[in-house]
């Protein structure tokens, strides 16, 4: 498979990209689920997550009262079982590097082949704050809660939340945040090019160009996900020996939210909407 030979993040074009992850996608047989709902708690526990970790790098305490929450609808069935699966590729991955990033990623694709784009992504955000969401709670309630201390123990917190973890590893917590936020940022982006989806080039002839944009735009967030939980592994494990370089990724995947922002300005454009956002 091509797939396995060595690759270069930085020289692999978007077309070589799109026929690596179209040969995984089945185009019948979608599965579905609330996405719309999934992406409303993802929102939630990363924007609060993300907050805990902000306000710990600047020694402040986290006042999560004043976090902007998405309302939630009720009766949602949340993919648990598929999550499980993914947080599966993403534990343990404790050896850095680009080639074991993009394999993983490939193997992501196929355990979702039978998804939509969108949901691809989401899926794998989603599976990843299961995580980081609780990681950065317990952090936050272990000193006042015996099983919520226990569950820290057993996570390893308290290797990246006490004052000497933080002075030290302040910077990969600041890197990793901050790429998150740009993943949700893209994943966020495309829902909002999705739902432009059922409109014809006719009333807005740049979608197809944009809609184009999208499966490479899901291939980055995904595998910044990835390399984040690879970091995080190798910060828990006190694994001193490896590093996990975020730049390529981060350089990338804010290329791919400027890109996918312009085309969505140019879509609204079109609409003849009102735009209230700048161009990332």
């Known amino acids: 498979m091509e797939g396995t030979k060595h690759v270069g993040l ?43 970790v902000d306000n710990a790098i600047q020694g402040w305490d986290a006042n999560l009262e004043y976090i902007d929450e998405k309302e939630l609808k009720s009766g949602f069935s949340s993919p648990f079982c598929t999550l499980k699966q993914i947080t599966c590729e993403l534990s343990c991955k404790a050896v850095p590097g680009e080639e074991i990033a993009h394999q993983t ?20 955000l989603a599976a990843f704050a299961l995580e980081y969401g609780e990681f950065w709670l317990l952090s936050e309630i272990s000193q006042s809660d015996q099983l919520a201390k226990s569950l820290a123990i057993l996570k390893q917190v308290s290797v990246l939340r006490n004052p000497s973890a933080l002075l030290k590893h302040g910077k990969d917590l600041f890197e990793i945040n901050g790429l998150i936020k740009v993943a949700l940022q893209v994943i966020e982006c495309i829902f909002e090019l999705e739902k432009l989806s059922d409109l014809s080039p006719k009333e807005v002839p740049a979608l197809s160009l944009a809609k184009h944009r999208i499966p490479a735009g899901v291939y980055w967030a995904i595998i910044a996900v990835i390399a984040c939980a690879t970091k995080i592994n190798l910060l828990t494990s006190n694994n001193e020996g490896h590093e996990q370089d975020l730049s390529i990724y981060a350089y990338r995947l804010h290329y791919v939210l400027n890109d996918l922002n312009r085309q969505l300005v140019i879509c609204k454009k079109q609409l003849g909407y009102q735009l209230s956002f700048p161009l990332g």
């Open 10 to 52: 930085l020289t692999m074009s978007d077309n070589k990209i799109m026929e690596l992850i179209y040969a995984t996608h089945a185009v019948h047989g979608v599965e579905k689920f609330d996405v719309d709902s999934l992406l409303l708690h993802v929102q939630n526990i990363l924007n609060g997550a993300t907050q805990i």
């Open 105 to 124: 990623t490939l193997s992501i694709f196929n355990k979702l082949s039978s998804y939509s784009w969108d949901a691809k992504a989401l899926l794998v």
